[in-house]
C-alpha cells in the first residue's frame, strides 16, 4: 500500500492506494503550517500502524527536481527544506514529494478526462492560475520544477499588466484568475465585486460583466493557445475554481480552438474529473509507479 497526501496550506487529506481503484480517504487534519514538527508528528499519525511501501506527496509548492528543494509560500516551516529527505527520515519509508498541479495533470491523463489523449495539459483556474504537462503519459516536471507554470511570465501588455506575486508583471497568473477577473471588473467599471458574482451576472446577461468576461477570455486565450501549439496537447482538463462555472469553459474552449493550429470539433478545454480528490489520485499514480521500480 502507499500511503499519499494532498497538503495544502490548511488541510493535510490522506488516503492509502494499492494501485487498482481510486485511493481510499484516511481523513485530514489541519495543516501546522508554522511548526514542522507537529507537521511530520501530522505525517507520522497517518502511518503509524501501517504496512506501507512509500508515502507520495502532493503538495501546494514547487519541488526543485536537481536539489529536492521546496518553495511552498502558503506553509512556512516547510518552506525551503529538502522535503522529500526530512519526511522519509521521520517515517522511515521512501518518500515521493510532487507539486499538487503536477498530481492534477497526471490524474486527469491516468484516470480523468485525459485518458486515451497522448498530450494532456492540465490547467489550474483558481484564485490563480497554475498547470501541469502530461507527455506520452508521463509527468514533465523541468528546470526547477516549472514546468506546466503557464501562469507566469510577463505576456500581458499594458494597461492590464497587472502586478504579479512572483515579482513580474502581465502575469496570466495575476490577470486570469479569479483575483485577476475582479481586478479587471474593477479597472473596466469602478467597483469591487467578487468573482463569483461577476460570473453569474454575465450568465445572466448583465452588460458590465459581459464586458469583464469578454476581455478576461481576449487576455487569456493568446497565452494559452501558444502553450496548447507548443506542447501538442489535445485535452485541457480544467480544475479550481472558475472551472466550475461551464459556460466560462466553453466559452474559453470556443475561443482556443479558434486560435490554435490544429482544428477539431472536439471540445478541448473540458472540465476536470477526478473530483474531488485529483491530488490525492495523482500521487498515488505517481507512488505506485516509483516504488514499483
Known amino acids: 500500500m502507499i500511503l499519499c497526501f494532498d497538503i495544502g496550506g490548511s488541510r493535510i487529506k490522506a488516503a492509502l492506494s494499492d494501485g487498482r481503484a481510486r485511493p481510499t480517504p484516511l481523513g485530514d487534519v489541519p495543516t501546522p503550517a508554522t511548526d514542522f514538527g507537529a507537521f511530520l508528528a501530522a505525517l507520522r499519525g497517518f502511518a503509524h500502524g501501517r504496512d506501507l511501501r512509500g508515502v507520495a506527496i502532493a503538495i501546494a509548492g514547487v519541488v526543485a527536481p536537481e536539489t529536492g528543494r521546496i518553495t511552498v509560500a502558503n506553509i512556512p516551516c516547510a518552506d525551503g527544506r529538502v522535503l522529500r529527505a526530512e519526511v522519509q527520515a521521520a517515517l522511515h519509508l521512501p518518500v515521493l514529494v510532487l507539486n499538487d498541479a503536477d498530481c492534477f495533470a497526471l490524474a486527469e491523463a491516468r484516470q480523468g478526462a485525459g485518458r486515451g489523449h497522448r498530450n494532456v495539459f492540465g490547467i489550474i483556474l483558481g484564485t490563480g492560475v497554475g498547470g501541469g504537462l502530461v507527455l506520452n503519459g508521463q509527468l514533465v516536471t523541468g528546470a526547477g520544477g516549472y514546468a506546466g507554470e503557464w501562469g507566469h511570465g510577463p505576456v500581458i501588455a499594458p ?55 469578454a476581455l478576461w477570455l481576449d487576455l487569456i ?61 495523482g500521487a498515488a499514480e505517481a507512488g505506485i509507479e516509483a516504488f514499483a521500480r
Open 159 to 213: 494597461p492590464w499588466d497587472f502586478p504579479c506575486g512572483c515579482g513580474l508583471r502581465g502575469c496570466v497568473d495575476a490577470v486570469c484568475g479569479a483575483r485577476g477577473l475582479e481586478r479587471l471588473h474593477r479597472c473596466l467599471h469602478g467597483v469591487t465585486v467578487p468573482s463569483t458574482v461577476i460570473l453569474a451576472d454575465w450568465q445572466g446577461g448583465e452588460a458590465c460583466a459581459a464586458q469583464t468576461v
Open 221 to 281: 486565450v493568446p497565452p494559452l493557445a501558444m502553450v496548447t501549439n507548443t506542447v501538442g496537447a489535445s485535452i485541457l482538463p480544467v480544475g479550481g475554481g472558475l472551472a466550475t462555472v461551464t459556460p466560462l469553459l466553453e466559452a474559453l474552449d470556443l475561443r482556443l480552438r479558434k486560435a490554435i493550429l490544429h482544428q477539431t470539433e472536439s471540445p478541448m478545454v473540458v472540465p476536470a474529473m477526478c473530483r474531488p480528490e485529483p491530488g490525492l489520485v
